[in-house]
């Protein structure tokens, strides 16, 4: 796991999508593990410079909700 700018931001994100799907709100937790598995594959995270940012991830992210 990166650290600082690169800190992967991924596993809280699942956590939410969890707990959406807790609350029974499993239409907006599909829509936000849809949008996690694009931001994968648009800005892919390698834990160092070589990868995206947290904050390039979740701009990642956003954009595809």
Known sequence: AGLGAYANPESIMTAAAM???HIGLQKKAAALRAAL???EKAAP???DDKGCTGEQFTDA???AL
């Open 37 to 39: 598995t694009a931001a």
């Open 61 to 63: 992210v956003l954009a």
């Open 19 to 21: 707990m959406l799907d």
């Open 45 to 47: 995270m390698t834990g």
